[in-house]
């Protein structure tokens, strides 16, 4: 674990890998050092926003050294259903990529649960992990100028649902109907770190 300080308004700690990141993000959710105003994971890094003017950031950071880091997950921000209509332009690559028929990707996806690692990418866009690892498959060769809100697609270990209409490189299996993202809602991500997902199909 390295610490880094970002002016008296921030922390970043650098990890080893994703789980740790996960890890730390779930153990901090739930114990949160007095100041720290949020937390926000990504791959490899836990950024910790301070509020300046309560924070004593050598406090803080002793606090984030002292969690013991991989003990569990940081996956329970609650369960969200997705409805998911299985047709996607990318589902017989995704198949022959994976060497398993399009009903099999279907069940791989539907059948192991996800949780939302980290966002990025665009407002509302959460990185899921933790399903079947039979569905690692590389983004296409080259992406895509328009991919439509609610497109739902998979590239390398994670799967996720594009939140509005976007340029995107993720393989495409389906779509939801699902508004993954709306600002006049609070919060205005459905797809929040440590939410666990389940895709279910539907006609």
Do not use: N
Not at 26 to 48: I, K, M, N
Not at 117 to 130: D, H, Q, R, S, V
């Amino acid at each position: 674990m390295r610490v880094l300080r970002c002016a008296d308004s921030a922390l970043l700690v650098e990890l080893a890998d994703l789980p740790a990141v996960q890890a730390l993000h779930g153990e901090l959710r739930d114990s949160t050092p007095d100041g720290v105003l949020d937390l926000v994971p990504a791959a490899r890094t836990l950024l910790l926003r301070l509020d300046p003017d309560r924070a004593d950031p050598a406090a803080v950071e002793r606090a984030v050294r002292e969690v013991r880091v991989g003990e569990r997950r940081g996956d329970d921000g609650g369960l969200l259903r997705v409805p998911v209509v299985y047709d996607g332009a990318d589902l017989a690559e995704v198949a022959k990529l994976t060497g398993l028929t399009e009903r099999e990707v279907v069940h791989e996806h539907t059948e192991h649960p996800w949780t939302v690692a980290f966002g990025g990418f665009a407002p509302g866009f959460g990185y899921l992990t933790g399903g079947s690892p039979k569905l690692a498959v590389p983004r296409r060769g080259e992406s895509r100028t328009r991919v439509p809100a609610g497109a739902v697609g998979l590239a390398g270990e994670f799967s996720g649902v594009y939140p509005r209409e976007s340029p995107g490189g993720w393989q495409l299996i389906g779509r939801t109907h699902l508004e993954i993202w709306r600002t006049d809602r609070e919060p205005p991500a459905l797809l929040r770190p440590g939410v666990r997902v389940r895709f279910e199909e539907v006609s």
